[in-house]
C-alpha cells in the first residue's frame, strides 16, 4: 500500500461538476492498493496517519498530528501511484491491484480512518476526479507499507 500524504488548509474532489468531498484543515490523502496488500497493510497505515506528526505547535514544531489537530482527511484513490515508468514511455500499471480487491481494501482503509476517530471525505472510485487543495508548508510525504 502507497499513500501520498500531503497537509491541507482546504481540498475538495470534484466529479462531473459536482463536489463529492470537501475538508477544511487536514489531510489530503491520495491511496494506491497492490495486489499483496492485506488488512494487516490497512491498519498499519491508518494507525500511521492517524498519529503522523506533521502539524506545527505553539513553538512551530512539527509534533501534532491530524488527531491532535482536530484535521479532517480527504482520501482518493489513485492506482497510478503503482505506475511503472522504468521502461518505454507508457506507465505499466501491473503492480496496481485489480479494481475489485482495491475497492474493498480502499474502502476498508477509509473505515480504519473512521474508526480511529477521523473525519473521512472521499471521491468515488474509479471515477475521473478533479482534486483542488492548498498544500500547506508544503508538506508532502510517502508511505509505504511493508516496506
Request: overall charge negative; hydrophobic content about 40%.
Amino acid at each position: 500500500m502507497k499513500v501520498v500524504v500531503q497537509r491541507s488548509k482546504q481540498a475538495k474532489v470534484v466529479i462531473e461538476g459536482e463536489i463529492a468531498g470537501s475538508i477544511e484543515h487536514g489531510l489530503v490523502l491520495l491511496v494506491g492498493i497492490t495486489h499483496e496488500d492485506t488488512e494487516a497493510d490497512i491498519r498499519w497505515m491508518a494507525d500511521k496517519i492517524a498519529g503522523l506528526r506533521i502539524f506545527e505547535d505553539e513553538s512551530g514544531k512539527m509534533n501534532l498530528s491530524v488527531t491532535d489537530t482536530g484535521g479532517q482527511l480527504l482520501s482518493v484513490s489513485q492506482f497510478t501511484l503503482y505506475g511503472d515508468c522504468r521502461k518505454g514511455r507508457r506507465p505499466n500499471f501491473m503492480a496496481a491491484a485489480r479494481p475489485e480487491q482495491a475497492e474493498q481494501l480502499y474502502d476498508k482503509f477509509n473505515e480504519a480512518l473512521r474508526s480511529l476517530g477521523l473525519i473521512v471525505e472521499t471521491g468515488r472510485f474509479g471515477a475521473m476526479m478533479d482534486v483542488e487543495f492548498v498544500n500547506s508548508g508544503p508538506v508532502t510525504l510517502i508511505l509505504e507499507s511493508g516496506a
